[in-house]
């Protein structure tokens, strides 16, 4: 697929809107059923289940009437430069595409010791604590056959679908393009979402529409400060959901703007949501 | 990914790691041929044996 | 029975004797055996490590045995590169110690990895930027020393001395033995020393960040300092535990002295250099990722509580006792002191291993607890089954304390 294959160099990120994300789960189901992940038949063990994307709740804290909950999905982040997980993987089996900006993981390499878990500040990264699916019931039938199932003793992550992507440069390269439009190439949890908080797309790409939003002030990242440069960005009008996005010391945070969320969700500015 | 793939990069860090590592496997492995080899000579009777 | 096999002029237990007391390490060994079989065969299910606790009681013990046994190496580095004679009346105790917590190591990180038969991508696909393989390659060729330098003690073996090429082997590697030091202080100094790097460069976790100097944190230089701090003492300890059950001197007091001398000095420094750390990481590392000192213990089982035994308790008070000599030649003090000191940095390894993984980094993540299931505490304990077996049979076949004649002779 040498000749002719799109060589350009890509950044693949996310936009996650957290007013819009009503904690559904459906980007966890998407998510889980598109890429082949593991489930057991109980699932209650919440620090051994793999969820590739997970749903964290939020709350701002305050006590009933002004108690606020929100939801925040938290697929890998894809750090950037310098992963804490790659550079500490010792078997090289996870590496950062610095063609695409995926942090990608090798399952036949990995050997297990855990090494990159205990790095993950966001514990996006799961272990295989048992074998995965059960060799009879048939339920091999619904695996998706672009995504390898994982064995035990190894671990996974989110991979931006990846799969996705090759499907997509397939597409293209038989249609004789080079470029991947916008939206051709999307994860299986930006698709899945019914209120599209998920927006995905190339950040390096001006005209891509993540590019776009990471602009806007509401847009933060989940532990900037430690300086991992996730790819995940998060867009919220609310102070208390944008303060809940790293660790601050008293008087470090700075609100954005000093307009309270229902004023602003409910404003009938023209223009309101673009930037 | 096979034992035929063997990675190897010619940059400072791979240079200076790996030196370091065979110049470590290398004294151990001379130093015990060293002795496998003295045992040898001694124990047939061609080196003479050092008493403490 | 075994008689043949004793040394010349010492006095052992009877063989029945020597069965029984190898009873209860064979249970724990058997224990481990089971543990390991359906930790290998069902997957590490079988313990209460998970996605939060990637590192659990193995790595603690791994970390614990690897710097208590690091006596080895710095008591061969004082005897064959310094030439401290005194204390060759206890190097083959640090050999065998050494061994016996590398061996054991090795054994419980192949049940530990997810996928053991890949252990060998390790060295065939080293991610050379990666502390843990620095790690991987200097435990395993520093095995291969101690290997190499249990061989000689090994032939010096009553039975074994008889055959005549054996003896020159031994002998002939006992003349060189200044080589294979040399490389091992080289060895376990990166290996100790990465130990500590593998969790200071984990800089998404500003619990156990350090900053350092140029790719090494400063907790590779703490953990060195620790391992040879600590592991002398180590060596006191299993001397005088085997001077209690075999009722006998073994070790003259002078070698004894001069270890614990050295250790008082090396804690009484790492000591300084730690309070060091912690302030500049109170003040550096923790502020700049948006935390306080207080926040790292606000909940969960693992308070502050192990810090002030770690530097108080396990730190301060047994420096203090190992550098005043009244204390340091009392029996009691010196065991008490040694022992707080090896309390002190397996706490140090506690800390780094479960607590950084406990807290959450972020802001609405919970802290976790963790305890360890009857399987990880059995692989746990059959390196303390194995080390006692191997140690009680080099006891009681070779002669591994050279003062023990002249210490105990025997009035026909």
């Known amino acids: 697929m040498k000749k002719g294959n799109d060589h350009g160099k890509h950044k693949y990120g996310m936009v996650i809107n957290i ?60 750090c950037d430069h310098h992963p804490p997980c790659v550079s500490v993987c010792v078997a090289t089996a996870t590496k950062l595409d610095f063609n695409t900006g995926i942090v990608s993981q090798i399952y036949t390499r990995c050997i297990g010791c855990r090494y990159c878990q205990a790095a993950c500040p966001y514990g996006a990264r799961y272990f295989n604590w048992w074998d995965a699916f059960p060799q009879d019931k048939g339920m091999d039938r619904y695996l998706t056959p672009e995504v390898s199932p994982r064995m035990r003793g190894v671990v996974e992550k989110c991979t931006f679908c990846h799969h996705r992507l090759m499907r997509a440069k397939t597409l293209a390269y038989t249609e004789d393009r080079r470029e991947l439009e916008e939206g051709e190439y999307v994860t299986a949890c930006t698709e899945a979402c019914p209120a599209q908080a998920i927006t995905f797309g190339d950040l390096s790409n001006p005209e891509h529409k ?20 996730p790819k995940v960005y998060y867009h919220s009008s609310r102070d208390w959901v944008r303060k809940l996005g790293d660790n601050f010391l008293p008087g470090e945070y700075t609100p954005v703007v000093n307009q309270s969320w229902a004023e602003e969700e409910w404003s009938t500015k023209p223009g309101r949501d673009e930037f | 990914m096979t034992p035929f793939s063997f990675e190897w990069q010619w940059n400072i860090e791979y240079i200076i790691f790996f030196g370091l590592l065979y110049i470590a496997l290398g004294i151990i492995g001379v130093g015990i041929t060293f002795t496998v080899i003295k045992t040898g000579l001694q124990a047939l009777g061609f080196m003479r044996e050092r008493h403490f | ?47 209460n490590m998970s996605n939060v606790f990637a590192f659990a009681l193995w790595i603690v013990f ?9 006596g080895a190496f710095f008591t061969g580095f004082l005897t064959y590169i310094i030439g401290k004679k005194e204390l060759k009346n206890i190097i083959s105790t640090a050999v065998i110690i050494g061994f016996i917590c590398y061996s054991g190591a090795m054994a419980m990180l192949g049940i530990d990895i997810g996928q053991p038969i890949r252990g060998w991508f390790i060295f065939w696909h080293a991610n050379i930027h990666s502390m843990l393989v620095e790690v991987s390659f200097c435990i395993t060729c520093y095995l291969m020393v101690l290997a190499i330098e249990f061989i000689p003690i090994i032939l010096e073996n009553r039975k074994l001395e008889e055959i005549k090429e054996l003896r020159i082997f031994g002998h002939n590697l006992h003349e060189i033995m200044a080589v294979f030091a040399a490389t091992g202080t080289f060895l376990s100094f990166f290996h100790q020393g990465s130990l500590g790097g593998m969790f200071g460069v984990m800089y998404a976790r500003p619990f156990a960040a350090r900053e350092g100097f140029y790719i090494w944190p400063w907790t590779f230089f703490l953990f060195v300092l620790s391992a040879i701090a600590c592991g002398p003492c180590f060596t006191i300890l299993c001397t005088k535990l085997t001077e209690f059950f075999t009722r006998k001197k073994l070790v003259p007091d002078s070698a004894i002295q001069l270890l614990a001398k050295i250790s008082a ?35 969960g089982p693992y308070g502050v509580y192990l810090v002030v035994c770690e530097m108080i308790f396990c730190g301060i008070l047994p420096a203090i006792i190992l550098m005043v000599p009244k204390a340091r030649q009392n029996q009691g003090w010196l065991i008490i002191a040694c022992l707080l000191n090896c309390i002190g940095i397996v706490l140090n390894r506690f800390l780094f291993i479960i607590v950084t993984l406990a807290i959450p980094v972020m802001p609405f993540d919970r802290f976790w607890g ?43």
């Open chain 1, 19 to 78: 007013d819009k994300c009503t904690g559904c789960g459906t980007c966890m189901v998407a998510c889980a059923a598109e890429n082949n992940v593991a489930v057991r038949a109980d699932q209650s063990d919440k620090e051994r289940t793999i969820t590739w994307m997970r749903l964290y709740k939020i709350s701002n804290g305050k006590e009933f009437p002004h108690t606020e909950v929100s939801y925040f999905p938290r697929p890998c982040m894809h």
């Open chain 1, 210 to 229: 993540v590019s776009k939003l990471i602009k806007h002030p509401f847009t933060f990242r989940l532990l900037e400060r430690i300086g991992t440069e």
């Open chain 3, 1 to 47: 029975m075994d008689s043949p096999l004793l040394p010349h002029g010492v006095k052992r237990c009877s063989t029945w004797a020597f069965f029984f007391w190898t009873l209860p390490w064979l249970a724990l060994l058997a224990w481990g055996g089971l543990s390991a079989f359906l930790c290998l065969w069902k997957g590490l299910n079988q313990t």
């Open chain 3, 62 to 70: 791994d970390l614990a045995v690897i710097a208590l046994g690091a």
């Open chain 3, 265 to 299: 000095w090396l804690i009484s420094l790492y000591m300084v250099l730690k309070i060091a750390d912690y302030l500049g990481w109170m003040y550096g590392v923790v502020p700049r990722a948006g935390l306080t000192f207080e926040s790292f213990f606000r909940e």
């Open chain 3, 370 to 412: 963790y305890l360890p299931t009857w399987q990880e505490w059995g692989i746990g304990l059959a390196v303390v089954g194995y080390g006692f077996l191997l140690f009680s049979a080099a006891y009681r076949y070779l002669p591994i304390f050279p003062k023990e004649r002249e210490l105990n002779p025997i009035t026909e």
